[in-house]
């Protein structure tokens, strides 16, 4: 069996986490620019704001219901989704960390269902995040098992039979892998819920939507076939990396190496349509320097898998002055992205499908254009300066976890 | 930075700041060029983060438990994935507010105790507006 792990309402959870007066007031995250909402508590969502609202759109809904704005916080975030994947890792040996707030795991060889419940608490309580479990043969399965668990209890364990019995009051559309283009084909075929695509039959799916199409039906069947290929397995990865001529202190100088590794790895990315999960960097000092204790890599979970160039360049700028020493000699620098998905599986709709749409056609562009005149004809412009990148976030939390200056105060009154 | 961050480091980062244990005696003159001696280096964390996934630090502001050895602007140590029980010192979420407080069980009920005699007692409800929120493993405070 599969498990997968998901944090409720992730973004908001975090935001309460040291603000117990937020409990159960409607509280809801904005994108990166403040420009739409990307995280609702339960209230807010019952109050029946969408996922992804344009702010201005909501504006007057928020004012009437007193809804508690945040900027997104993405330090706070990662450094909470890295203890909530640590508590995980405590209780499964075998976990894939998918994306910020959700995870993966095997299911070990006798667990039952009360365990998972046992487990959740004990996660709930060392995290202040309240998380919920589903638990299937396939991971497919098991995405839908979770977010069943969503509205109930917080744990939902299926067997095959028992996923069958629930298919005729699924949609299509609320399958993971199942994009809104296949929707729209299926529908034109009338096919809406998932009995009506598992009644056409495996060579129907493949015919119909090729491989993914056949590994969509064998996992909606109970095999295991979306992360079959060893591609998929949390050790894949896209590396880049090269050793300087000289040894090399100036930060410019890493910077535009890193971009050159990074641009590279988001070509790669999006030619074999993958989304990376994960993305490290390196810069090794010159091994005969005396700082050989230094920390010389850095990694993150992104807040949602991408092949976006631009948004590996922002993350890759952050890691670089977390590790980056002025004093130091550098030989070597370089960037990994692990975790790697195919483009198809990606989680929904985070942050504005138009704006990701419009960014992937200038990436096409832009790798169309570098194939036919020769390697980075078109580049980013290599790592921006701060205000390029930096977001627009008037309501942003502190950083209680990660800055000794910002750490929650507690009263002793 | 100030001096907390650099004695501590972050948690749970994968490293904090270590401190190099040389076993090569301190020697005047030119030190060894790359030494290779060290065997083991010290983490602060080691020694206060038992359990970082579930150790978070907060600041103290106020008076109340200087009985307990805790003064305003010390930096405590809490760890969640510790059960309370009667003595611990507790971060508690009364009523929307963050606090340190002895926890103390008197009959069947437990309330949340100042170490200062000019604060009352509070009572926890079992509801959600008066819950404890990590248990206090240790403080840090440093005097330059």
Redesign the interface.
Known sequence: MIGLMDCNNFFVSCERLFRPDLTRKPVAVLSSNDGCIVARSQEVKDIGIPMGAPLFQVRDTIQKHGIILFSSNFTLYRDISGRVMHALREEFDDTFVYSIDEAFFTIPEGMEVEDIVKIRSRIMQKTGIPVSFGVAPTKTMAKLANSEAKKGNGVIWRTVDECMEQYPSISCGSVWGIGRQMVKRLETLEIRTVSDFLLMGLSFARNEFGVHGERLYLELTGTNASFASDLLSPHASIMSTQSFGRKVRARNVLESALGHHVAHIGEKLRKQDLLASRLTIMCAPSRYGSYALRKGASTVVLSEPTNDTGILLSYTKTLLEEIYDQEVDYAKAGAIVGGLIPASFASGSLFGEVAKEKRRTIFDVVDRLNERYGKETIRPGIIQGTDAWSARSELRSRSFTTRWSEIPHVKAI | ??T??TLLG???A??GT?I?LMSSRPQAGFPA???DQ?EK?LDINDFVVK????T???????????GAG?F?GD??VVD??ITPRDGHIV?A?VY?????KRLRAIGNTHVLA?ENEQ?APITLTGN?DC?I?GVVVGSVRTFV
């Open positions: 930075m100030d907390y961050g972050g948690v749970p994968d490293e270590k190099p060029p790359g030494d060290i280096v359990h970082p996934a579930a978070f630090f907060v600041r103290v502001e106020g008076d109340s438990m200087e805790i305003s930096v405590l969640r994935s971060v979420a929307g507010e963050m606090v340190v100042s604060y959600d819950f929120w």
